[in-house]
């Protein structure tokens, strides 16, 4: 087979995973069968025992990651929708939008490097707490690998996802808002999905969360390449 029939068979193989993967996660509704968690599993088995290299399989694949901009942009939708919320919590968004950009990346760092971590995964794991296209505009003045920054980003959004619920339970948290600006500024698109289940203002208010962050973080990413590398 043809290295171009091959990337179309990943393509295809990949659009009928996740659909299949969304229907079954539509009937019962468990964290290990979501689409973010399932089927990356599933596709990385079919590349290992399929013998199938990355470069094949991104060959027709990557317009599925070029898809996550306009996904990304679809989120200001309902933003836009809820303006009157916003404008009145204005000044506590922006303050948690700063202070989880900022204690993102000096944790990520710091603990990269109290682990002796390889430099280049301290420049990538430094954007993991921000949506992949952001975090890939970000990672280039950082001097971060792509394809690290992308496994980071998801790893985040999963896993913030995933403990996000037990978390807020735990800290006694109940407003909406504040669990909708937690799962936006810590996992991202992951944790805005997951929002939107949970409710109408959760959802938006980690979109909006999502996106302020993410723009955050590319501004400051030149400064942070100056500061801590």
């Not at 990651?65 to 309902?78: E, N």
């Not at 420049?123 to 496994?151: D, I, K, M």
């Amino acid at each position: 087979m043809s290295n171009a029939m091959l990337s179309l068979l990943c393509l295809a193989v990949t659009l009928a995973l996740y659909f299949a993967n969304k229907k079954l996660y539509r009937r019962f509704r468990k964290l290990p069968l979501m689409p973010l968690v399932l089927t990356p599993f599933l596709l990385v088995l079919m590349l290992v025992f399929g013998h199938i290299s990355y470069q094949n399989y991104m060959g027709e694949t990557h317009w599925l990651l070029w898809l996550l901009g306009p996904a990304t942009i679809a989120f200001a939708v309902p933003v836009y929708d809820n303006l009157a919320t916003i404008r009145r919590h204005w000044l506590s968004l922006s303050a948690g939008v700063i202070t989880a950009t900022v204690v993102s990346i000096t944790s990520s760092v710091w603990l990269a490097r109290l682990f002796i971590l390889p430099d280049t995964i301290q420049r990538s794991l430094a954007v993991r707490s921000v949506t992949t296209p952001f975090a890939l505009a970000a990672a280039q003045p950082l001097g971060g690998q792509p394809e690290l920054v992308a496994l980071f980003v998801v790893v985040t959004g999963v896993f913030g996802m995933a403990v996000g619920d037990v978390l807020f339970l735990r800290l006694a948290i109940k407003a909406g808002m504040a669990k909708g600006a937690g799962f936006g500024a810590a996992s991202h698109g992951a944790g805005t999905a997951r929002s939107y289940e949970l409710g109408a203002q959760e959802g938006v208010v980690a979109s909006l969360v999502m996106m302020l962050s993410g723009v955050v973080m590319v501004l400051i990413a030149p400064l942070v390449a100056k500061v801590m590398f």
